[in-house]
Every structure is written in C-alpha cells, then in structure tokens.
C-alpha cells in the first residue's frame, strides 16, 4: 500500500515541533525557509489538512499534526537504528543488544561489564538506551529494548526475569544531619523528614509498599527529583532525605556529603533483576547478555544471588 507522505516530510514534522520555527527548522535539516514552507504546503495537500497553527509566532501542531509527530518520532526513530545497526554489520557486528535501566539503576558498573562481553562476544555490540528508565517495560514489549535491570516484584505479564542479588535500601541524609551516627531510623523518624523521590508513582515492592504503606504513614512534603543525580544533590544539601538501593547510591557516597542508615531495625530489601519479553529465545544474543549480568559480580562484592526463574 502506497503512503501519501514520506520520510522527508516527517522529517520536517519533527523539527518544526522541536524548534516551534519555520527558520530554525529549516536550519536544523538544511533546507532554506521557503523549500521547508513549500514541504509544510505540500504535507498539508497530500493529507488534506491543516498540520500546524500559528501562536504568539510559534508554529504548533494541530490534532492531525500531533498524530503525525506521533508517527514521525517511531518511524525516523526505527530507521536511524537500522541504519546503526547495518553499519554494525559492515564491520562485523552481527547482533546488537539495547539494554535499559530502571530509574533507580545505576551505571557505575557498565563500562567494565560491557568492555568484557564485547572482548568475549566480537561480534556482538551493545547498546543504553537511556530514556526507557521510567518505563522499562513498555520499552521491552515494544522493542525498544532487549533486556533491562529491575528491582522490586515484577507484577507485569509477559516477562522473563533472572534475579542478579539482594540489595539493601538504605536511609540516605545529608552528613549534617541531626541523626547522622544513628545505626537505624525508625518508620516514624524517616517519616518525620521532607521525602526526596524520584517519581509520586509507587513502585511495587519498594520504600512506599515495605514502609510508608505498612506503617500507614507519610513524609510531611515530597519533592520528586525524577532522577538520582537530583534526589543525591537535593538530600545532600540539606533539602530531605531518601531511601535508595545501596548498589545504586555507591557512586555518590564517595563524592562526599551524606551518610547512611538503616530503614527500620530489620532494614527493608529488594532484588535486582534482569528482564526479558517472554518470548525472547533461549539462545538469543539477548538471552546471553542476560547470563553473562548473572554470572558477574555488578556490586563488587558478593551476596545472595539466587534465581527468580531460569532463564
């Protein structure tokens, strides 16, 4: 089936919604002003539509516009990684492995890992895909992804996991803190404090489910920071506290700046994960990678690292 558009025209699509301008537009994919006019008319004719309207100067997407865009960010987005991915092939790479992380994951440890599986693995590459970390999974059924590193309880369908090891979630103060030396903080000491977050939206397994849920208590201000560079830099300088996964908070303890204590007597756990498409092969390059996270050490040191589900 034929399509009335084409790649250039989504193209233009894009950067006219990224930059708002016609000039800038034109600009950033080398056309003149008038050429990239005359491909906004020629769009508009094509699809018998109007795709933009003019506010304040500023040129924003209509209704049919919006969906347009929609389609141009999955289409531009799929052929710049095919070409990627045949370009790996001119040189020998025959798979390319795209791995996501969570937002509360960290990378302090990936440049080692993926310096030895390509070592091992010459014609396997490995690709972050860095903006999934808010919704790893939606990335996995898409394809976005081919594995990506959980925590917590895996309550979505249509997943594999391979569990790495236990980790300990900690209480993460700026090193002023009043309680600072303390070996434990109790649920309602943690609860007495400004909350620094990533997002409002609990995560299964975590902080909200083992402590504030079960506790029936809460933070009297939460600041969510999205990222943990943010939630670091916000309990480091004084503006609350937080509770974080001891792997993901290492890096950030040596810059200096915070301590760290117990959540509760017992303290609360989750389990990093490695997870798969359930459909994904048992020989997949994908598959491999997801091993080779199993058998490495990630922490640097040891700990319990049963499996969830054979992979």
């Not at 006219?16 to 056309?31: C, K, Q």
């Not at 693995?121 to 790893?136: C, L």
Request: avoid cysteine; hydrophobic fraction near 40%; charge should be neutral.
């Amino acid at each position: 089936m034929s399509t009335r558009v084409s790649t250039r025209h989504l193209q233009m699509i894009l950067a006219i919604a990224t930059t708002g301008s016609v000039s800038e537009a034109a600009s950033l994919i080398g056309l003149t002003q008038s050429a990239l006019s005359h491909r906004i008319r020629e769009a508009e004719r094509l699809l018998n539509t109007e795709l933009f309207y003019r506010k304040q100067k500023r040129l924003i997407p209509t209704s049919a516009g919006k969906r347009l865009l929609q389609s141009a960010k999955v289409v531009l987005g799929e052929l710049e990684r095919a070409e990627n991915d045949i370009n790996k092939l001119s040189v020998g790479i025959e798979h390319v492995v795209r791995i996501g992380n969570e937002a509360y994951g960290s990378y302090h440890w990936l440049p080692r890992f993926v310096q030895g599986v390509m070592a091992e693995h010459p014609n396997i590459s490995v690709e972050i895909i860095a903006d999934v970390s808010m919704d790893p999974y939606t990335a996995l059924r898409n394809g976005s992804i081919d594995l990506s590193i959980v925590s917590g309880i895996v309550t979505k369908s249509g997943f594999r996991t391979l569990k790495l090891f236990r980790d300990e979630m900690v209480v993460v103060m700026p090193e002023a803190h009043p309680l600072t030396g303390r070996e434990w903080w109790s649920p309602d000491e943690i609860a007495e404090y400004p909350y620094i977050t990533y997002h409002t939206n609990p995560g299964p397994g975590r902080e909200y489910e083992q402590l504030f849920s079960r506790y029936q208590l809460l933070p009297p201000r939460v600041i969510r920071a999205g990222v943990t560079e943010a939630v670091v830099e916000f309990v480091r300088t004084g503006s609350g506290i937080t509770i974080m996964p001891t792997w993901s908070l290492q890096p950030y303890l040596q810059q200096g700046g915070l301590r760290t204590a117990r959540a509760t007597q017992e303290g609360l756990y989750i389990d990093w994960q490695v997870a798969l498409r359930r459909d994904e092969r048992l020989d997949s390059p994908a598959t491999l990678l997801a091993r080779a996270l199993k058998q490495a050490d990630l922490r640097g040191y040891g700990g319990d690292s049963s499996e969830q589900e054979q992979v």
